[in-house]
């Protein structure tokens, strides 16, 4: 371990699956925390006692040489490989069984125990519905293949560089929402935009993205350094035309600028009222 | 609520934010009680006292038509938010101050109560590596831009339809992690696999995946119905080949069959001992 790393505080998430669900909530916890710095050390697919007591002693060994014991969360569903690990010298927080016990109470019926079952979905019609929704979205990315935009759920709309195939790649994999996106342009003739004819028949479907013209700035000036597309003034121009059109045509949007991938999703789909595919 | 949905268990996971860490905790948690049928109502951007106030009353109307109290799982950070959904007649889970309230304790410190603040990362150096991740994995999917290999962390390569391009997709999006993908497919002469040469210089970058054939089969068949390139015969040949290559190359693999597109990943990653990008 380097030395700046002893003094920050180790952090272990322990999953007997992908460590997803407890560095999810690991991390909300941890980032309420801010002036304490963390080492996260986030390990997957704790699945046998072995396993199991090769992290005990790494615990234990942790706490021998540096006398402050590490903060442990686990997601671990096997009773015996959960108790080698809480019999080890570090703060435990069991994400599972600090709710599995009174849910079982209330529920009036034992849990199932099996590893790593939230996530075995191969055999679920979610499985499908997935991969249908990543292969949509790719299919349907920058205004192509709009014959298929009658299986859209949603059809995202913005300047290049707003952030629309990100969201659209995140609303297929978390959600199998079926998203389509249309990059807007200024029209070769008049220099403004317009929203093109093809997508009036789809109007109900469109969303909006907006962006804060100096992060438009900073986005594109990586791509194309010192172009006039990446220039503050032209990003200022589009950014200005293409909200102009969302409130002239009553498109709802969305400004995206101080959110993450996973909040833009959640607020647009949020606002659309579209329901997620994938629970 | 329609009467079939009566029967079932209702489950309100609420968040001040995307809901998603409330709902991978929550469903965890959920399949561990395969005999209850459960209705799920997941409830984001609960940031206010009078969104607060009509959740509560919603969960209270529940309690007095049906006489069963919901079961409630929460991510709620901001106290006053909190206390009012406590109150409802409703079987509380409180997924962040159950951990909190101890962590203060052991930390000697306390929390910031920011809603919403853990997916607040625009201004973190990890969005950047974000959006450059799922850039690379547009730009590398299905062998394309093999000029950009230098810059791979990882190389899947795998017949058609075995997963690769979820699975890089997943990557960059989760973990930030760049990675390519090459279908394989049999030599024009030989009819045999083999390793295309432009491969080998990034040898130490493969990963093969392999499915079971009649999975293959099954999949291919939603995409060319009927085709020799679906038929069961095809994908046995061309997955005992791609198996054979892996071995005799030593490129390390996995079968993808019996698992979701976070497992195969998680797995690749924690088999070829690559970090994840983003923490």
Same mark, same amino acid.
């Given at each position: 371990?380097?030395?700046?790393?002893?003094?920050?505080?180790?952090?272990?998430?322990?999953?007997?699956? &992908?460590?997803? &669900?407890?560095?999810?909530?690991?991390?909300?916890?941890?980032?309420?925390?801010?002036?304490?710095?963390?080492?996260?050390? #986030?390990?997957?697919?704790?699945?046998?006692?072995?396993?199991?007591?090769?992290?005990?002693?790494?615990?234990?060994?942790?706490?021998?040489?540096?006398?402050?014991?590490?903060?442990? /969360? @686990?997601?671990?569903?096997?009773?015996?490989i959960n108790n080698i690990i809480k019999t080890a010298n570090a703060c435990i927080f069991d994400f599972m069984?600090?709710?599995?016990?009174?849910?079982? =109470?209330?529920?009036?019926?034992? +849990?199932?125990? &099996?590893?790593?079952?939230?996530?075995?979905?191969?055999?679920?019609?979610?499985?499908?519905?997935? #991969?249908? %929704?990543?292969?949509?979205?790719?299919?349907?990315?920058?205004? =192509?293949q709009m014959s298929l935009y009658d299986a859209a759920d949603i059809i995202l709309i913005g300047v290049s560089?707003?952030?629309? &195939?990100?969201?659209?790649?995140? @609303?297929?994999?978390?959600?199998? =929402?079926?998203? %389509? *996106?249309?990059?807007?342009?200024?029209?070769?003739?008049?220099?403004?935009?317009?929203?093109?004819?093809?997508?009036?028949?789809?109007?109900?479907?469109? /969303?909006?993205?907006? #962006?804060?013209?100096?992060?438009?700035?900073? #986005?594109?000036?990586?791509?194309?350094?010192?172009?006039?597309?990446?220039?503050?003034?032209?990003?200022?121009?589009?950014?200005?035309?293409?909200?102009?059109?969302?409130? *002239?045509?009553?498109?709802?949007?969305?400004?995206?600028?101080?959110? +993450?991938?996973?909040?833009? =999703?959640?607020?647009?789909?949020?606002?659309?009222?579209?329901?997620?595919?994938?629970?």
């Amino acid at each position: 371990m380097p030395s700046d790393e002893q003094k920050k505080r180790q952090v272990f998430m322990i999953s007997d699956g &992908t460590g997803i &669900t407890v560095s999810s909530l690991g991390n909300s916890l941890l980032t309420q925390f801010e002036n304490i710095e963390f080492q996260k050390n #986030i390990i997957p697919y704790i699945d046998s006692v072995d396993k199991a007591i090769s992290i005990r002693d790494i615990l234990n060994s942790h706490y021998n040489t540096t006398k402050e014991k590490a903060l442990v /969360f @686990m997601t671990l569903l096997n009773p015996e490989i959960n108790n080698i690990i809480k019999t080890a010298n570090a703060c435990i927080f069991d994400f599972m069984y600090t709710f599995l016990d009174p849910l079982e =109470v209330e529920l009036k019926t034992k +849990s199932s125990d &099996t590893i790593g079952k939230a996530h075995t979905v191969v055999d679920n019609p979610m499985y499908e519905q997935r #991969i249908k %929704a990543i292969n949509f979205a790719l299919n349907c990315d920058d205004g =192509v293949q709009m014959s298929l935009y009658d299986a859209a759920d949603i059809i995202l709309i913005g300047v290049s560089r707003s952030g629309k &195939t990100p969201s659209c790649l995140y @609303m297929a994999l978390q959600f199998g =929402v079926f998203a %389509a *996106n249309y990059p807007l342009t200024a029209d070769d003739e008049t220099h403004h935009f317009a929203l093109p004819e093809i997508l009036r028949s789809y109007k109900h479907k469109l /969303f909006g993205l907006s #962006i804060d013209p100096e992060r438009l700035h900073h #986005i594109r000036n990586e791509r194309r350094p010192n172009s006039t597309y990446a220039s503050l003034q032209q990003c200022r121009l589009e950014v200005n035309e293409v909200e102009t059109l969302y409130k *002239n045509e009553h498109i709802p949007f969305l400004n995206s600028t101080r959110y +993450s991938i996973e909040e833009i =999703v959640t607020k647009i789909l949020s606002m659309a009222k579209i329901q997620r595919k994938i629970l």
